[in-house]
């Protein structure tokens, strides 16, 4: 079994940064892309970055300039550092990663939330 867990979620004002980080933990032998994605209130779940395993990122045009996803493939470990924050980033952040147990699946955090203020 595989669990994601996300932290460094919170309240900040616009302008200001964050850093979220995902930790995968469990019966894992590999460890492929990760991503994180965000959903709002009354909208869909998005994708914000996705890194894969060799290191190469993907970012949504909304954050680009402003956010950085990065990975430590020894421990398993995902961050999101988020600069310039804006009141529309508010939502609540998931990590994705695939993951080998052998087998290669798809795992999500339990998500954490994200407020800015204007």
């Known amino acids: 079994q595989v669990q994601l867990v996300e932290s460094g979620g919170g309240l900040v004002q616009a302008g200001g940064s964050l850093r979220l980080s995902c930790a995968a933990s469990?019966?894992?032998?590999?460890?492929?892309?990760m991503g994180w994605y965000r959903q709002a209130p009354g909208k869909q779940r998005e994708l914000v970055a996705l890194i894969r395993r060799d290191g190469t990122t993907n970012y949504a045009d909304a954050v680009k300039g402003r956010f950085t996803i990065s990975r430590v493939n020894g421990n398993y470990t995902a961050y999101l550092q988020m600069n310039a924050l804006k009141s529309e980033d508010t939502a609540v952040y998931y990590c994705k990663a695939m993951v080998e147990t052998p087998i290669l699946s798809a795992y999500w955090g339990q998500g954490t939330q994200v407020t800015v203020s204007s």
């Open positions: 469990g019966s894992i032998t590999d460890f492929y892309n």
